[in-house]
């Protein structure tokens, strides 16, 4: 067999829809965009919703949005994408990395709170594999060191502490304590790129609580602001007889997502309870097929959580790196692709030229250490699944003795 690790999950539905849009004369940030980005809003319970062209966009432009730059510090996960880390280090402010706690891919929270410092405007959490972080947990760190806040605009006074900008690439559709990803950090930043749940090819989007003293219209004006030139009316305003005037406000950025984008998001979004409803059952062959094998998996369903199984991260307990590359390579030898999720930022050359050095993250490298992703995408059958399975086994029995 040859089993692909995270293909899109594609129907005639999904091309149907962009061929409309392509008949429409409508192919860049329009009516489709703009369907897309209310059904988010209401599909997370957010107060609302702007669609961008990627995860990465929406949490530099809300960075951005909030006036974090130059001696602001931001705070994120060592154990992390470089998207959660990159954006910080865009807008100007310092970049402060936490380890993850002892055997978890959640970053410590009790070391977040020795973090904080009155430079410290935002927090970015990481949802790992669709499981959300413990956002009561970081809230509480947020109110016990509110008075280390020093807000230095009108939008940060309204939070009058440090804000919760959320890496939820991994968990639209997820839940935490039965509020959805989306409703629960101050900001959600979404990924839809063709290897997440719920695709738009590239793409992204961003939702936010109700903001005191702000009205969601200017908060959402200011983003379109932000992601279309600064210009003053997107091209659906203009196309309006007699409205071709504009202005630029502000010399701002360009990542607003197309209808050709959201065309797939629409339908994906369609199809989203069936394409969860399928990956809890891969998850659930998986933890039953693994039981009694010498590996820890990432629970995805507890009393509290979840999770849109995004991912299935395994750790081989007591092995190293040498050991799991190994197990990569036997199994892409039988037709199955795996990854590793993730190599923690500091181990790559663009952090440690920024300082950080991999020895002061041990939680982090030893999660690393031997972690493997299997395959899980809603492509897969169950002879398919049950084959990884067999095929993980075999080579931690025999292969590798």
């Given at each position: 067999m040859k089993i692909p690790f995270s293909p899109p999950d594609i129907t005639q539905e999904e091309i149907d829809e962009v061929v409309d849009t392509l008949k429409s004369g409508w192919i860049t940030t329009g009516p489709k965009t703009k369907s897309l980005e209310k059904k988010i809003a209401d599909y997370t319970n957010a107060s609302r919703a702007v669609c961008l062209n990627s995860a990465t966009a929406a949490m530099e432009m809300t960075l951005r949005l909030l006036g974090v730059g130059e001696?602001?510090?931001?705070?994120?996960?060592?154990?992390?994408?470089?998207?959660?880390?990159?954006?910080?280090?865009?807008?100007?402010?310092?970049?402060?990395?936490?380890?993850?706690?002892?055997?978890?891919?959640?970053?410590?929270?009790?070391?977040?709170?020795?973090?904080?410092?009155?430079?410290?405007?935002?927090?970015?959490?990481?949802?790992?594999?669709?499981?959300?972080?413990?956002?009561?947990?970081?809230?509480?760190?947020?109110?016990?060191?509110?008075?280390?806040?020093?807000?230095?605009?009108?939008?940060?006074?309204?939070?009058?502490?440090?804000?919760?900008?959320?890496?939820?690439?991994?968990?639209?559709?997820?839940?935490?304590?039965?509020?959805?990803?989306?409703?629960?950090?101050?900001?959600?930043?979404?990924?839809?790129?063709?290897?997440?749940?719920?695709?738009?090819?590239?793409?992204?989007?961003?939702?936010?609580?109700?903001?005191?003293?702000?009205?969601?219209?200017?908060?959402?004006?200011?983003?379109?602001?932000?992601?279309?030139?600064?210009?003053?009316?997107?091209?659906?305003?203009?196309?309006?007889?007699?409205?071709?005037?504009?202005?630029?406000?502000?010399?701002?950025?360009?990542?607003?997502?197309?209808?050709?984008?959201?065309?797939?998001?629409?339908?994906?979004?369609?199809?989203?309870?069936?394409?969860?409803?399928?990956?809890k059952e891969i998850i659930n062959m998986y933890d039953e097929g693994l039981k009694g094998e010498e590996v820890q998996v990432l629970r995805h369903f507890t009393d509290d959580i979840s999770s849109n199984g995004h991912l299935y991260l395994v750790r081989l307990l007591g092995k190293d790196e040498d050991y799991r590359n190994k197990v990569i390579e036997k199994m892409a030898e039988k037709g199955v692709a795996t990854n590793v999720h993730y190599k923690p930022l500091p181990m790559h050359t663009a952090y440690k030229n920024l300082g950080f050095d991999i020895k002061d993250y041990p939680n982090s490298f030893d999660m690393y250490r031997n972690e493997i992703t299997l395959p899980l995408n809603t492509l897969l059958t169950d002879e398919e699944v049950n084959y990884v399975i067999d095929t993980l086994k075999e080579v931690l029995h025999k292969e590798l003795i």
């Open positions: 001696g602001d510090e931001v705070i994120t996960s060592a154990y992390t994408y470089t998207a959660s880390a990159s954006v910080i280090h865009h807008v100007g402010a310092k970049i402060v990395l936490v380890d993850t706690a002892k055997d978890s891919f959640e970053m410590d929270y009790d070391k977040l709170a020795d973090a904080i410092t009155e430079n410290t405007k935002a927090i970015i959490p990481v949802d790992i594999a669709g499981r959300m972080c413990d956002y009561d947990r970081i809230f509480k760190v947020l109110e016990e060191k509110k008075e280390l806040f020093k807000p230095t605009n009108e939008i940060q006074k309204s939070f009058d502490r440090v804000i919760v900008v959320a890496d939820a690439a991994h968990s639209f559709g997820s839940t935490y304590k039965g509020r959805a990803s989306g409703e629960v950090a101050d900001f959600s930043c979404f990924s839809f790129h063709a290897v997440k749940n719920l695709t738009t090819a590239e793409g992204g989007a961003v939702t936010w609580r109700g903001i005191s003293g702000f009205d969601n219209e200017d908060i959402y004006n200011e983003f379109m602001l932000l992601s279309l030139h600064g210009q003053s009316k997107d091209a659906l305003a203009k196309l309006k007889p007699g409205a071709w005037e504009y202005d630029i406000v502000a010399p701002n950025y360009k990542c607003n997502m197309t209808d050709i984008m959201a065309s797939i998001g629409l339908v994906q979004l369609r199809r989203y309870d069936g394409l969860l409803k399928r990956r």
